[in-house]
């Protein structure tokens, strides 16, 4: 599945690639929010030769409940440039970069709907900028019990890009359920703090890319 498909480039490449070694079973979905981006895709899937399920919705509004917990690999590549918070979702080409503040703006409004879609042995790969705090990203994924790791960097005069990709872990959830502490403060309020080294949830395990 990927959550803003654009031209369509990516979700073609993906069926051309995985259906050399899924031939029998795969099946394709590609949403947009740009009814125009939705109109290129099909175009793009269809003179290659392949197919998808192209869905004009924000992020997988109407999908959650058919898809819930069963898709195995999700691919974004967001709006995650910082931008000021009138340009995220204008109309117009500035709406496929625009993030908001720290181009945070549509990335944080994915995330929780990726971890409801996810299967178990699903993955997740996200485009992210380094104004994007990818750590930080890793870090609340982490509560929610998934593992992170950077598979690609690469950086320009102008940006510096990270994919990351994450995945569920049991022993991640766990061991963020052991060092998450509450601690009550004089006003009564509450804050989380954890006693882990937050350059440990880069993980090197037995996943594969």
Known sequence: ??????SGYVITSLSLLLGKEYSGGAYYIATDINP??????????????CHAEVVNTDIALGLEKRLARSVDVIVVNPPYVPTPEEEV????IAAAWAGGENGRRVIDRILPVADGLLSDKGWLYLVTLAANNPLELCLEMRKKGYASRIILQRSTEEESLHILKFWRDSDTLIEANECVTVNKTGNGVASESAAFSPFSIWRRGNRNV
């Open 89 to 92: 979702g204008c109309s117009g």
């Open 36 to 49: 125009h981006a939705v109109a290129v895709t099909r175009e793009t899937l269809e003179s290659h030769g």
């Open 1 to 6: 599945m990927e959550i803003g498909c654009g």
